[in-house]
């Protein structure tokens, strides 16, 4: 019996090193040459110290691997578990493209699914960090992984609404994969190595980087130049957001008194009507402490949508700028709108709406854009928006 127990643990503490290299150090330094942290490394910058506990790690890709020289799938290229993010606790997944290059197969794209599932089953927020150059579960027909897939969508569009979910497209993420970041509530991306891609012809040169989503298509939220800077966003992003839908944000104590008088507000305004002015001007001085967590800063621009605190209190800002277009509401600007208000309506959040906009555009074009144009809209016309309760 303790030869048969020797042999499991020796098998177990072989493949605990097999995940912990991932894919060898010569994967591990070229993701580092790439400018890229890996799986784990972008795991442990996200949790508090010590409170990762992986799961899956035992998982490898069930079929023979084609090459005798090839190493091991430790995780089948995912790294999962859950962790505490400044005490909270939450569910995480991470692609490892030191692994075949994260490529999702059958049993990856599975783990993660259950992953989702567990994470609305516990009612905690879930965070996936995206590094992946596709799909490889077309192998031997590949119905398993199709499946997973499928379960996979259905679990993220399953508990819209009821837990927060965040996306960091940290490195490429195209083919059917490219569908669960789009279908998260926040996506964040690296702008130097983050690409999304659906798939099909690519239209311009710019297409699927972080600055197309940002300023065309209104898929990413936020922008950082570098992995660390993304996952600083996303901590802080969290601290406006509660554990589901059944609670509300945490309130902080603040600094600023909340019956304070700004006569500053008094010289924003311009005499002049026709001249404009920022709101954020405004918004910087009414806020606790003039902090204000914009979102999509450069889509649609003409509507000014972020987080806040009131006498502490989490606040959704929505806000015309009529110094952009003269703050009118076109197609861009109301799904933008439209998506943070649902948002904040699913998980308890007050809305602050601020109103100066010369309403819709005329036009007869049947877009509604009238004389200003067409709106490119060429990646996913929409994103899933969480269900109202």
Known sequence: MGQWMDG??????????????GGGQDRIDLQHSLGKLTARERIERLADPGTFNEMGSLTRMHEPIPDPKAKPSPGDGVVMGTICINGRKAMVY?????????????????KIAELVQMAGQGQMPLIGIFDSAG????????????????????????????IPRIALVLGPCTGPVAKVPALADFMIMNEKTGFLWLGGPIESEDAGTAEFHMTRSGQCDLVAESDEEAIDLCKKLLQFMPQNCWERPAD????????????????????????????????????????????QEDFAPNMVVGFARFDGIVTGIAANNPDELSGIMEPDSSDKYDRFIMFLDCFNIPLLTMSDTTAFPPGTAGNGWGSFGTAPRTFMDTRTSPTPR
């Open 94 to 110: 991470s692609m490892d493209f030191t692994v075949m290059s994260g490529s999702f197969g059958d049993q990856g794209i599975w």
């Open 252 to 295: 902080v104590q603040t600094s600023d008194e909340p019956a304070r008088r700004e006569e500053a507000l008094l010289d924003v305004m311009p005499d002049n009507v026709r001249f404009t002015y920022d709101v954020h001007e405004i918004i910087d001085l009414i806020v606790d402490d003039g902090e204000f967590f914009e979102l």
């Open 8 to 21: 499991y643990l020796e098998k177990l503490e072989k493949n605990r090193q097999e995940s912990l290299a």
């Open 135 to 162: 799909s490889r579960i077309s192998m031997k027909g590949g119905e398993v992984g199709q499946h997973g897939l499928a379960r996979l969508l259905r679990n993220y569009s399953l508990y819209s609404g009821a």
